[in-house]
Nanobody
Framework: VQLQASGGGLVQAGGSLGLSCAAS????????WGWYRQADGKQRELVAS??????NYADDVKGRFNLSRDKDKNTLDLQMISLRPEDTAVYYC?????????WGQGTLVTVSS
């Protein structure tokens, strides 16, 4: 499975931004797909994921971020609203397939105060 992330950029606090992750290869074998983020000096953490049709969000993004999967296009989109400076991080998409994790390249999201 190959993952290509796009989107990200610089936005002011309170603004909105969208990320997209396009999957190719053995997408039929993917059973979990999600977005993670890593801020400077911090560990990578789950933002939101979807598995078996169920979506899971980190507590601090609930109500602000929305995850959607397009099965026809093999994309996983993360719509982010009401962004906060603490959302600043490199965002990565990850898929679990064939018993292992597959990571896309990171995309930087910077939220200015």
């Amino acid at each position: 499975v190959q993952l290509q992330a796009s989107g990200g950029g610089l936005v002011q606090a309170g603004g909105s931004l969208g990320l997209s992750c396009a999957a190719s290869g053995s997408v039929f074998s993917m059973w979990s797909w999600g977005w993670y983020r890593q801020a400077d000096g911090k560990q990578r953490e789950l933002v939101a994921s979807i598995s078996s049709g169920r979506t899971n969000y980190a507590d601090d993004v609930k109500g602000r971020f929305n995850l959607s999967r397009d099965k026809d296009k093999n994309t996983l989109d993360l719509q982010m609203i009401s962004l906060r400076p603490e959302d600043t991080a490199v965002y990565y998409c990850k898929a679990v397939a064939a018993g292992r994790d597959h990571w896309g390249q990171g995309t930087l999201v910077t939220v200015s105060s």
